[in-house]
């Protein structure tokens, strides 16, 4: 779809009428004034189109580095109504922020080669991209049996992964622009020229280039996949944290394996990824981002977001219900959520026995121990203790005694057989607490049809 003359891509995902959106463009601000008031008040009035017109109605705001500078978020809740006083979180998005890092780990001093590297593979490029230099490597490709790639140039404001791509296309045609290369200097009769080519050939046969250009396409490539990752609309928060802490390891065990040189660049980039992982800017200004306490909550936001994890856990449900709201509390204590979006104690608990076994204390004084559905009832096999003191042990279906099961009551008395809905429903036996048994048919808790009494004595 085009917005505004921009070209916007809208993300529904063969959704059904009671899916949740993805991803859903409803607007692309352009403004003439960047001090951040245009840009909220321009926001702020596409939200409300789409009837979002509180902050209560927007779980965060993620935005690259020039909405934060400018304080896009707090001017825009500024705008909003509130009626919590819950500030809406605002997150700086990793993507951006990775790009950060590694931008700033290449610029320190002892990662000079890097900066080399990449401008002697710049330099190359530049030659054999376009016009008659990509039809000469084209043709020297053609005269090798080897067909080549067109050449990329590295870009300032591309992603890793575009950064891996520059390196792995240029790894592939290196015999070819070699070749390409020494046909060139050999065509060439300006003697600043020649030089230029001979230091660009000599760096093209050196084994140690060829080391940096592999490395690089290699951490540029781990770079480039977490950047894919955390991009992700279908990832879960912590799932895209997790593809960034793996990125971390795999960098850091790389670089175990590299010279000293190539080892530091990845040591670098580690320590800057943790600090841009923070939210912060160069001077260590977070900007007002929940960058940091949003990663230090990852585990309560999966605590209350993740129910697989909650009902593939052995916790005990009423352990696990009261985990479940504390780790609401600490999000409302530290304004990453509103107060009335922390679950109730009931609900905790239905949340936590969805689809699992275990047991729970009702507030009536009601017990259950036993198995449960996802909808948080009792389902498939279990014992409850009612508060008057009976005890049911058999089937559950849907909240209720149903299919075979045994109830034996506070004063002594006994039934056994088939439920239904709760009630005697089928065939059973039932025991008075003086000892008196009828056995037969039982329709909705009443005698029904075919059956016969049996005093204490055990004469009929």
Same mark, same amino acid.
């Given at each position: ?44 009035s ?12 927007i ?25 919590s ?13 990775m ?11 002892n ?42 140039l ?10 891996a ?16 290369l ?55 928060p ?6 960034q ?16 040189k ?24 977070d900007?007002?981002?929940?960058n ?18 909650l ?76 508060? @008057? /003191?009976?005890v !049911?042990? +058999?089937? *559950? =279906?849907? %909240?209720? $005694?149903? &299919?075979? #099961?045994?109830?034996?009551?506070? @004063? /002594?008395?006994? !039934?056994? +057989?088939? *439920? =239904?809905? %709760?009630? $005697?429903? &089928?065939? #059973?036996?039932?025991?008075?607490? @003086? /000892?008196?048994?009828y056995? +037969?048919?039982?329709?909705? %808790?009443?005698?029904? &049809?075919h #059956?016969?009494?049996?005093?204490s004595? /055990?004469?009929r």
């Amino acid at each position: 779809m085009s917005i505004f003359g921009r070209k916007a891509q809208t993300l529904v995902p063969n959704a059904e009428p009671d899916h949740i959106f993805q991803t859903f463009v409803v607007g692309a601000p352009v403004v003439k004034n960047h001090d951040g008031e245009a840009l909220a008040a321009d926001i702020c009035s596409t939200l409300s189109e789409v009837g979002v017109t509180n902050t209560e109605k927007i779980a965060a705001v993620a935005a690259d580095g020039q909405f934060h500078h400018n304080g896009v978020p707090q001017k825009l809740a500024r705008l909003l109504e509130s009626s919590s006083g819950c500030p809406i979180p605002a997150v700086w998005d990793q993507a951006h922020l990775m790009n950060l890092a590694e931008s700033d780990a290449r610029k320190h001093c002892n990662s000079r080669w890097v900066r080399d590297t990449i401008e002697t593979v710049t330099e190359v490029n530049k030659m054999f991209s376009i016009g008659k230099g990509w039809e000469d490597l084209r043709r020297c490709g053609e005269d090798m049996g080897e067909p080549v790639l067109r050449p990329k140039l590295w870009s300032e404001t591309r992603f890793a992964a575009y950064a891996a791509e520059v390196f792995s296309v240029f790894r592939r045609n290196e015999k070819q622009l070699r070749a390409a290369l020494r046909r060139k200097r050999m065509e060439e009769t300006r003697p600043s020229h020649l030089k230029e080519l001979e230091r660009l050939l000599v760096s093209l046969n050196d084994p140690a280039f060829h080391a940096r250009v592999r490395a690089l396409e290699d951490i540029y490539g781990v770079l480039g996949a977490a950047s894919k990752a955390v991009q992700r609309t279908q990832s879960l928060p912590w799932e895209r944290h997790a593809d960034q802490q793996e990125a971390v390891e795999t960098i850091r065990r790389m670089k175990v394996a590299l010279v000293a040189k190539i080892a530091f660049f990845c040591t670098s980039i580690m320590e800057r990824l943790k600090f841009r992982g923070a939210g912060q800017d160069v001077s260590g200004s977070d900007k007002n981002t929940a960058n940091n306490v949003l990663g230090q909550s990852m585990a309560d936001l999966r605590a209350v977001a993740d129910l697989h994890q909650l009902a593939g856990s052995t916790v005990p449900v009423p352990v696990a219900a009261r985990l479940y709201r504390e780790a609401g509390e600490r999000l409302v204590r530290r304004k990453l959520i509103p107060v009335d979006t922390v679950p109730t104690e009931a609900a905790a608990a239905a949340a936590a026995a969805a689809g699992k076994f275990g047991s729970f204390s009702y507030p009536d004084g009601c017990s259950y121990v036993g198995d449960w559905n996802e909808a948080g009832q009792r389902h498939g096999h279990g014992q409850m203790t009612l508060a @008057d /003191g009976a005890v !049911y042990q +058999g089937g *559950f =279906a849907n %909240g209720f $005694f149903n &299919g075979l #099961g045994v109830i034996v009551f506070s @004063d /002594g008395a006994k !039934y056994e +057989g088939e *439920f =239904a809905q %709760g009630w $005697f429903h &089928g065939h #059973g036996i039932f025991w008075r607490s @003086d /000892g008196m048994r009828y056995e +037969g048919e039982l329709r909705g %808790g009443r005698l029904w &049809g075919h #059956g016969e009494p049996v005093p204490s004595h /055990g004469y009929r």
